[in-house]
C-alpha cells in the first residue's frame, strides 16, 4: 500500500513539474516587461519627434542599464549598457527588471535598433530555451 502511495506522489510531482511552472512564470514576466520596455520606448519617441531615448546602439545588443546607476556609471566599462532613465517617470514607473538578474548595474534585458530603425528588446535570460524579444 505504501509502495502505490509513493508511486502515485512520484507521478504527481512530475505532473505538476514545479520547477517548469517557476519558469514558465518567470518566462511571462519576461514577455511583459520586453514588452513593456519597448512601449516606454516608442511612447518617448512620439513626444520627441521620432528621437529615440539613451544611445540605443545599432549592430550590437547592449544591456539596458538600472535608473539608479545613469550617467557616466551606466555607460562606462564594464557595464557599457544603454541608459534609459529619461523613460522613468513620464512613460514607465521604473525600469522592469529580470527575476533573475543579480546584477547591480543592468536590468537582464538587452536592446538594440537596426539599420531601419527599429528597436528590439529581448531578454537573454530566458529559461527553459525560450527566446524572448520583440521587434517594432
Do not use: F
Not at 511571462?28 to 539613451?54: C, E, F, K, M, W
Not at 539608479?68 to 557595464?79: E, H, I, L, R
Amino acid at each position: 500500500m505504501i509502495g502505490i502511495i509513493a508511486i502515485l506522489a512520484s507521478i504527481v510531482i512530475v505532473a505538476i513539474n514545479p520547477t517548469k511552472q517557476l519558469g514558465d512564470a518567470r518566462n511571462a514576466q519576461r514577455r511583459s516587461d520586453v514588452n513593456t520596455i519597448l512601449n516606454a520606448v516608442y511612447q518617448y519617441a512620439i513626444d520627441n519627434n521620432g528621437t529615440l531615448p539613451g544611445a540605443i546602439p545599432t549592430g550590437t545588443a547592449k544591456q539596458i542599464c538600472e535608473a539608479a546607476t545613469t550617467g557616466t556609471a551606466c555607460t562606462d566599462a564594464p557595464v557599457s549598457g544603454v541608459d534609459l532613465a529619461s523613460l522613468v517617470g513620464t512613460y514607465i514607473v521604473g525600469i522592469p527588471e529580470d527575476p533573475q538578474d543579480t546584477t547591480d548595474d543592468t536590468v537582464g534585458y538587452t536592446i538594440i535598433q537596426d539599420a531601419n530603425g527599429r528597436v528590439t528588446v529581448a531578454a537573454p535570460g530566458a529559461e527553459q530555451s525560450a527566446t524572448i524579444s520583440v521587434t517594432r
